[in-house]
């Protein structure tokens, strides 16, 4: 049986998400600390529709992908810092893989 991913890497992959889901609860924690003193609203009370209605903000997970479609927006529009263009290619500039169906449908081929 081979492996293609090392226990090295797997050890940093499964660090990676725990590491980025306990950011994610602390960062949404705070972000709903931060709406109930604004809003002046009790601990106990529910302020998530005072976040998305009152005060226009995203969950933490909703916030980090709206972040994401705007740097891929930048970088399609040649907006954004040349080392993330470089980074960020449609499948069409390839031209192994040009005749792909992803290719017609816009995707993106992202360089590491």
């Not at 960020?88 to 005749?99: E, G, I, L, W």
Request: charged share 20%.
């Amino acid at each position: 049986m081979s492996r293609t991913l090392t226990t090295d890497s797997a050890k940093g992959l499964v660090q990676a998400l725990i590491a980025s889901r306990i950011a994610t609860k602390t960062l949404q924690s705070v972000l709903l600390s931060a709406a109930r003193l604004i809003m002046r609203k009790w601990k106990t009370e529910l302020v998530t529709p005072s976040l998305r209605d009152d005060l226009h903000w995203l969950p933490v997970p909703e916030r980090i992908i709206f972040e994401l479609c705007t740097i891929i927006l930048k970088c399609l529009h040649q907006t954004a810092p040349q080392y993330l263009q470089e980074l960020c290619v449609p499948v069409t500039a390839s031209t192994s893989r040009r005749h792909l169906r992803s290719a017609a449908g816009g995707d993106l081929q992202v360089l590491a």
